[in-house]
């Protein structure tokens, strides 16, 4: 969406309410977020109550955009920010709202994206929390998920492999010469099977000072996608292991939507429901 497009909406409060509210409800055809029942009564302050689990709740309830203090305007103007990759300080500042603020909402918005993945389930189980509303994970992530890279027609996917551990990544590497190479603390390998690339992030990876990744030339070197995870991750210090999936699938999706509108399909993430993890 252009700056032209976008001052239509964040012109009136109306607008911007609309905006968003169409990406919540189908037809504007309302159900309970809880039970799905479509018999609804209304209650004070816009609210609706269900007739069967008499769950009461607003449009935005349970939904990813419900889970920071800002109005549909304001969700906006950040979603144009983060769009245009404005560092968080100065989003701060134009937003005038503080510093830790921006850093809830990139995460909600990143956790919004990892919902919308095919592999979703997959990174819930992992660790990784679903978002506000959803169970946090029983126990601290140590390492992220292996990732399995794939670029099928300039459609990059970055698949969780369950089955694979950071452990037997470096089996690969020292019993059958799998080439790795790093940047930061992610580590990622030459092909293998049918993907260019396993990549992961944790202190699994350096066991010791005697193990290195620094091989040169790796095919997925010779990838935009990768030029621009390096250029954007290098910038974070120190990414802990349990953020990595989150830039990550922000990444992809970066990348996936470079000839698409962005903040349109970030709004759409923001209005899906948190899901229970
Ligand atoms: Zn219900």
């Known amino acids: 969406m252009d700056v032209i497009g976008f001052n239509d909406l964040v012109s009136s409060k109306q607008a911007a309410r609309r905006f968003f509210l169409d990406f919540c409800w189908k037809n504007h055809q309302r159900f309970c977020p809880r039970c799905r029942e479509r018999k609804l009564y209304r209650v004070s302050g816009g609210r609706r109550r269900c007739s069967r689990c008499c769950y009461t709740f607003h449009d935005f309830s349970r939904r990813f955009l419900n889970s ?8 906006l103007w950040f979603l144009k ?3 245009l990759e404005v560092p968080p300080r100065d989003m701060a500042a134009q937003l005038r709202v503080s510093y830790p603020t921006v850093l809830k909402g990139q995460d909600i918005v990143r956790r ?7 592999d979703a389930t997959l990174l819930h189980r992992a660790g990784v929390w679903a978002g506000p509303g959803g ?6 992530m140590r390492d992220s998920p292996v990732f399995g890279i794939i670029d099928v027609g300039g459609v990059v996917i970055c698949d969780t492999l ?8 470096l089996l690969f590497k ?3 010469r799998l080439r790795t190479a790093s940047f930061g603390r992610v580590v990622y390998t030459a092909p293998y099977r049918n993907y260019l690339a396993m990549a992961c992030c944790g202190p699994s990876l350096w066991p010791t000072d005697l193990v290195r990744h620094e091989d040169k030339r790796l095919p997925l070197d010779a990838t935009d996608f990768w030029g621009l995870v390096k250029q954007r991750l290098g910038r974070v210090r120190g990414l802990p292991p349990v953020q990595f999936p989150l830039y990550l699938k922000e990444m992809e999706l970066r990348y996936n ?3 698409r509108d962005l903040l349109g399909v970030l709004a759409k993430a923001l209005c899906a429901f948190v899901p229970d993890g």
């Open 112 to 118: 919004a994206i990892v919902a919308q993945a095919l």
């Open 81 to 83: 920010l983060f769009e």
């Open 162 to 169: 369950p089955e694979l551990t950071p452990e037997e990544l």
């Open 174 to 176: 020292c019993n059958f």
């Open 257 to 259: 939507c470079r000839n």
């Open 135 to 140: 169970k946090r994970p029983e126990s601290a």
């Open 68 to 75: 920071c203090a800002f109005d549909c305007r304001q969700w």
